[in-house]
Structure formats: C-alpha cells, structure tokens
C-alpha cells in the first residue's frame, strides 16, 4: 500500500474532508486530516487512525464509505472494552486489539473497496479525523503476439488505471487504443508493423502504478510472419 497525500484540513479547506467526521463525543480541539492512498487488488492494506495517543481513548469509530458498496462501520468503546460491527463484511476487521492500535485491515483488497475510510477517534484530548481515500489499483494482463498480417500486438489487458506501452525497437510508426470497461479496468492495445524490419526481436514495455518495475517482453519475429513467432520472456527493468 502507498500513501501519496497527506494534508491537514482548515476551515477554508473543508471540502477535503466529508462532512462524515461529525465529532460524535463533542469534544473540544476537532482536528481532520486527509490522505491519499492506494492499494493493488488481491493484496492486504492498514489504514490508519490518526496519530494520537490511545491512553486517553474513549471511542474509536471507522466510517467505511466505499463507491460502489454498501456503508459499513466498526465501533470500540474503551469504557466497557466492546466493539461493534455494522454491516461489514469479514475482510474488514481491526488489525489488533482497537485498545491498542485501531487501526483497519482490508484483506484481501478488492476493486469494489474502492472509496472513503473514515476514522474519527475521541479521546480526552479532543476528537481526531482522519479520512483515508483510497484507490484500488488492477495490474494487466500482458500479451505480445505476431500476428499473420505481419503486425506485432501488445496487449495489457484489464488495468487500473491503463497501462502505458512503448517500443524498444520497431519502426515507431505503432497505433494504440483503449477500451474503458464496465468496472473501471481499461484494456490497452498497442500495434506495431514489423513488414520489411530488420530488427531479429521487438520488445513492448508496459509500464503501470501496480508493478514495482517496467515489464518487459520479448517476442522473437521471423521473415515470415507466424501468431506467437519464437519464444517470449518476460523480464523486470528498474
């Protein structure tokens, strides 16, 4: 999981923060924060409350506003040491004792987890916000293939966001289009003519937020066009 924003929330900036942070104890010395995160589905991601000092707690409540799911919410009651689930599925749960450390673990993280997750937490101090927008990112599916009409295809299928391709060799005369699916996963395709290359290989490199490096592959051609010519390898670039 990356975090890639963190701003505190003023007066004039209240848009940043929804108005979910309602200061439910009432509490003097109301603070909200806002950060911007991202995880990649299938993976395990810990959001956290915000940094303050949990031997003074009263309450701990997380506000879990995805886009395309049901509301749900978890609750901790220092006083009487209780906890409290409202519609939340088993992949969302406390990731310790919330006595110690509140914070929320999504395992496994999917796409629909998409969307706002809102901790307010009461202590003596006052009540803190902290609202974690969350971005779920979809690594593609990569395919290269020569096809018959002597043209060579990258594919990255099913990415969020799309992936970027590019050509270590060819003859930069290549075509791209993308099409936006139903679950907000884009399919990259990017076309290259190898007609009269010289080139022996020809390598895509698909570059995207949810691989830690640049992917490449490697599709040998031949003079004479076949699908899938050669062999291909697929190899990790910094």
């Known amino acids: 999981m990356q975090i890639t924003r963190v701003e505190n929330c003023s007066v004039d900036r209240t848009f940043l923060c929804p108005h979910n942070c309602t200061n439910a104890v009432g509490n003097l010395g109301f603070l909200r924060s806002l950060q911007v995160l991202s995880a990649v589905v299938g993976t395990k991601a810990v959001l956290r409350c915000p940094n303050t000092s949990v031997s003074s707690l009263i309450l701990v409540i997380w506000k879990i506003r995805p886009k395309s799911e049901s509301h749900c919410s978890l609750a901790y009651r220092a006083d009487a ?13 406390w990731q310790s004792s919330p006595d110690h450390d509140p914070a929320l673990q999504i395992h496994p993280v999917r796409l629909a987890d ?9 202590t003596s101090d006052g009540t803190f916000c902290l609202v974690s927008a969350l971005t779920v990112l ?20 099913a990415g969020k966001p799309a992936a970027e391709i590019s050509w270590a060799q060819g003859n930069g005369h290549s075509t791209e289009n993308k099409t936006h699916h139903t679950n907000g996963t884009v399919t990259t395709l990017s076309s290259m003519p190898m007609i009269n290359s010289t080139n022996a290989h020809v390598t895509c490199l698909v570059t995207h937020p949810a691989m830690n490096q640049t992917q490449t592959i490697e599709l040998s051609s031949s003079e004479v066009p076949g699908e899938a010519t050669g062999q291909s390898t697929v190899s990790k670039q910094g």
């Open 138 to 157: 979809v690594p593609p599916v990569v395919t290269l293939t020569h096809g018959s009409n002597g043209v060579v295809v990258c594919q990255a299928s």
């Open 114 to 122: 998409e969307g706002n997750y809102i901790c307010e937490i009461a």
């Open 81 to 93: 040491n209780k906890t409290d689930r409202t519609n939340c599925n088993e992949r969302m749960t």
